[in-house]
């Protein structure tokens, strides 16, 4: 297993495009975590999921974003209507306990 | 709820000098303790951990950290800095037992000078 991958690694969108990120984790991995992080800050929780039941939303993750684990495997991130406050890196985690194992990240710019 | 406090915003140290970071958090009890590398522009790798036991713990690329439930502290330290140390270090607390989400310190970007 080559570890947690995100795709894209950059994604340039205009204001008010919809756009959506893919995370696939580590395969025996039941937990997935969706982190966002702006420039010059450590990141932020935004969701997560135990197997593909998303149970708990950060207050960050507003109704134009929404996440989804199909089957318990890979997750989306789609943002709808995005806005230049969404320009950040989307970091995507996943783990079987306390450890953590994170992705290389996609790095979103609205223009 | 879980914080962390990175005091240090940006420290600038010699190659082969020491170096310690330092993490202050906020949890009602013992939390799991993080510490993450990120070089510009990529994903976090995990550098070392703290569940329980041995206050001390040996992480990855020669660096360490101890835990101090008095002080609520977790400092990085590594003897001697290599060039290729230089990226921002993030501390993290997790909620042991239940979510495991992490809350990250606002993190520590080093700067090393030959």
């Known amino acids: 297993d080559t570890g947690v991958s995100q795709d894209p690694r950059h994604k340039i969108t205009k204001r008010g495009q919809n756009v959506t990120f893919r995370c696939d984790p580590i395969?025996?991995?039941?937990?997935l975590y969706w982190y966002r992080q702006t420039l010059g800050q450590g990141p932020e929780f935004l969701t997560y999921?135990?197997?593909?039941?998303?149970?708990?939303k950060s207050r960050l993750l507003s109704d134009r974003f929404s996440a989804e684990r199909p089957k318990g495997s890979f997750s989306t991130l789609e943002i709808q209507r995005t806005e230049q406050g969404d320009s950040a890196m989307y970091l995507c985690?996943?783990?079987?306990?306390?450890?953590?194992?994170f992705g290389q990240g996609t790095r979103l710019t609205v223009v | 709820a879980q914080s962390v406090t990175q005091p240090d915003i940006h420290i600038t140290v010699s190659e082969g000098a020491s170096l310690e970071l330092r993490c202050n958090y906020s949890?009602?009890?013992?939390?799991?303790l993080f510490w993450y590398v990120q070089s510009p522009g990529q994903g976090l790798q995990l550098l070392l951990k703290?569940?329980?036991?041995?206050?001390l713990v040996q992480g990855i690329k020669g660096f360490e950290a101890e835990f101090k439930r008095s002080q609520s502290s977790f400092n990085l330290r590594k003897p001697s800095v290599h060039w290729s140390d230089a990226a921002e270090y993030f501390c993290?607390?997790?909620?042991?037992?239940?979510?495991?989400?992490?809350?990250f310190g606002a993190g520590t970007t080093v700067t090393v000078r030959a």
């Open positions: 993290a607390v997790g909620a042991p037992g239940y979510d495991y989400k992490l809350s």
């Open positions: 703290y569940f329980s036991g041995d206050t």
């Open positions: 985690a996943s783990s079987s306990g306390a450890e953590a194992f």
């Open positions: 395969s025996e991995h039941n937990r």
């Open positions: 999921f135990q197997n593909e039941a998303q149970l708990e």
């Open positions: 949890y009602g009890a013992t939390p799991y």
